[in-house]
């Protein structure tokens, strides 16, 4: 309970400081970028992280973060682009749209116990380009001509447009990590994982394995609405191709698993280390390495910290957090570009941190505690 | 306590199990013989709810099992220590144990069964934070004993927990079911291992090809010439 109270003072904290940000930026003058820059990172970190909230936890895979996303997009697109809406009374239907959406997949994915493993992998895949196939059917979504966003008025309390979407993803993005957290340290959160681990156990010891994996789905469903629904302004002109790609529900795969799924803070540093590296090759031109180089990225990184980049750092988080400080320091003292460079260097500091086998840091760390495989050596030879 | 009645089941249209009949009553240690295949995992699966009978009956202290919903089953009583113990691997030993404690009747009490699970397994209180999937398969069959006391059933039903154990911790885990059985809980133990199995019940039932072949004490079953030469190799 403790526990508890300190991590929502600290999401508290986070969200003001965040909140800060823009009024900052004006006062500085920093460069517009800045800003975009960062609720680009708030949208990834959401999607990840809601996607998290049912692969992670409970270890259904799923590549339906793009049907959730897609139909927050076109609920906005449709109520506040053609309907005329006011745009922050179409916002939640986003939310709420993806929801029901998802519960109805849930109800019939989860009642046939048929449909495990790859064929929920599958389906979920299926859900997407079903979605997409409506939207192009009908011309009162967007029957192939695409919606317009760009001429939506905003609130004005919410300032101009950078601003005001730098502050509704923050918001967007601070209820979904306060609720991934919330599940995680939940009775929710223990069920899913057991489900992760062995459904079948799972279910014997009373774990209510249909209710929990619904709500796994409909809480993932509905934040990734939500950001899709305040993302459809950031894209301007929406079309069926784009929207329904494959890019979303590819990218927060990548992030979760690079960062870590089995805890909530995994998909939060996974997106920020990979969303800030493929927009530094992009603003450095080389877009089209993009995926050769991801993709290399991925296996050896996959390979090399299995357990995902946040398990390892959280072990060593001083060192971490102390490298991440220096380089920061010295990249401002020593070096003229943009903050976003210097966050990149920072960022990779980390990834290298995570990089070193648990073994090699305690050398290097000059202890000696023993971890779990090592200990039952030890036990072993006690046995014998 | 259990009451098994005339109870058929089966996987898709393959029938498994033809109008098995058995019973533990209170405080007893009844267990369950038979070789590779004769349904004895399909019996505990239709026992605790991840099968449903095709017809038949399972009573427990007189509620009907096979009309409860599999998640509530745990609630009612009994508690399962599935096959190859099934811990969760990716979770610490306390944290096994109080996902043992999910259902509502138990949960209340979570925290004084966790320290009494760690006075009947010290071994298992020496890793409190160890990942479970790095203990050996003897800490880790009493984890999953542990965590199915922690739904304080009234009836334990293991699944063969000798399975690829050395001889010294059999005689370890036995002894502690033993214990258990003498605070009062019944038990019912399916085993390939006969002759240990034997030791510790009363009584038995021999199952073979989806059928019950035999029942009686423990002391007829080891005298029976037929089961001697197939379960005892004698």
Known sequence: MKSRRRALTGFAVAFLILLAVPHLAERMDWPGFYLTFMFTAFFWITQSSSWNMLTGYSGYFSFGQGAWFGVGVYTTAVLAGKQGWSFLAALPLAGFTALIVGLLLGLVVFRLRSLGGEIFALTTLAVAFVL?????????????????????????????????????????MMLTLVTAYLIYESRLGWGLFAIR??????????????????????????????????????????????????????????MSVLGGTRHWMGPVVGSLIIFTIVDRFNSAGFENFNQVFIGSLLILLVLAVREGIYLRIRERWVATASLFGLIIAASVIFNSSSMVWKFLWALLGILLMALIPDRAWQKLALRRRPTPSESREDRETVDA | ?????????????????????????????????????????????????????????????????????????????????????????????????????????????????????????????????????????????????????????SLLLLDEPSLGLAPIIVENIFEVLKQLNQEGLSILLVEQNAVEALNLAGRGYVLEEGRIVGEGSSGELLADERLRKAYLGL
Do not use: C
């Open chain 2, 1 to 153: 306590m259990l009451e098994i009645r005339d109870l058929t089941t089966g996987y898709g249209r393959a029938q498994v199990l033809w109008d098995v009949t058995a019973s533990v009553a209170d405080g007893e240690i009844v267990t369950l013989l038979g070789p590779n295949g004769a349904g004895k995992t399909t019996l505990v699966n239709a026992l605790s709810g991840i099968l449903r009978p095709w017809s038949g009956q399972v009573l427990l202290n007189d509620i009907d099992l096979t009309a409860t919903r599999p998640h509530l089953i745990s609630q009612s009583g009994i508690a399962v220590v599935p096959e190859g113990r099934r811990i969760f691997p990716d979770m610490t030993v306390t944290d096994n144990l109080l996902i043992g404690a999910y259902n509502k009747r138990a949960r209340p009490h979570h925290e004084g069964n966790v320290e009494r699970i760690y006075e009947i397994f010290p071994r298992l209180s020496e890793r409190k934070r160890q990942l479970a999937g790095s203990m050996s398969g003897g800490e880790q069959q009493m984890l999953a004993i542990g965590r199915a006391l922690m739904a304080e059933p």
């Open chain 1, 197 to 254: 681990d062995d459904e079948q156990v799972a279910r014997g010891l009373g774990v209510p394995t249909f209710r929990y994996k619904m709500a796994a789905l409909g809480a993932n469903a509905f934040f990734g609405g939500l950001m899709g629904g305040v993302w459809a302004l950031q894209i301007g002109f929406v079309t069926v191709e784009d929207v329904f790609s494959i890019r979303v529900p590819l990218f927060v795969i990548l």
């Open chain 1, 132 to 172: 997409a196939a409506i939207a192009r059917i009908f011309a009162a979504i967007d029957g192939g001509r695409g919606a317009f966003m760009t001429s939506v008025p905003l609130p004005e309390f919410l300032g101009e447009f950078r601003p005001a979407m730098y502050r509704m993803t923050l918001v967007i």
